[in-house]
């Protein structure tokens, strides 16, 4: 797939890479592409661009970018290049100001997620929570003594979550699918718990399992 990604932290350059990784043709956006001559350097089969380049590029979308400035980035890229698109959305919505007792802050509450003002704000774009709730350096094939670690995911176009679910597979986990966009209510928050035992005790090497009978 052509897979247009939004962002030039260390989530947009390991999922970029992982997506290469797996056949995929990769364009990578900021708002400054010559900050990522390094990564470009090491994966010179992906092609940069600014946001909204990226977005027209891609059939399949990653946003990775600050929860606080996630509707800007999406403005940049512009709603058109959004439109009838899936969006993984990795953002999670942390807020300034220190961890308490390793668990960080949200800006979000229990009413309403990060991802269900985005959806509300770019309708025509078909977001899937995932990739929130687990370290940029798990993210693509993570090795778990053999186990498959769990992706929480949601959104409201089932075609959408299928994509996701397919890509999620290639990076070696298994989807469980929560239901529609409200459900990331739910599943940002994993993002505090995933991150406590690192801010609390320096141990980043875990992600979630869903056990069931
Ligand atoms: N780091 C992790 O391990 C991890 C794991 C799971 C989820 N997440 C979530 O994934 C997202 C990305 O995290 P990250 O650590 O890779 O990167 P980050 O440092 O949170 O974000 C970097 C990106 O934010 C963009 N940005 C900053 N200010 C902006 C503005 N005013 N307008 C538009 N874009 C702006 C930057 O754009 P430019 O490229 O133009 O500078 C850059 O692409 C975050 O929401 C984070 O909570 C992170």
Known sequence: MKIGVI???DVAKTLASGFLKHGH???VGSRSPGKLADWAAQNPSAS???????????ELLVLAVSGKVAAEALSL?????LAGKPII???NPIDDGPPVNGVLPFFTDFKESLMEKLQRAFPAAHFVKAFNSVGA???VNPQFAGVKPTMFICGNIDAAKNAVAGILDQFGWETADMGSAEAARAIEPLCMLWCIPGLARNEWNHAFKLLTN
């Open 25 to 27: 043709q990769v364009k």
């Open 7 to 9: 962002g030039s932290g």
């Open 137 to 139: 350096a798990l993210m």
């Open 48 to 58: 940069l661009g600014s946001f909204a380049d990226a977005a027209a590029f891609g």
């Open 89 to 91: 959305d990795a953002c």
């Open 77 to 81: 890229a512009s709603a058109a290049n």
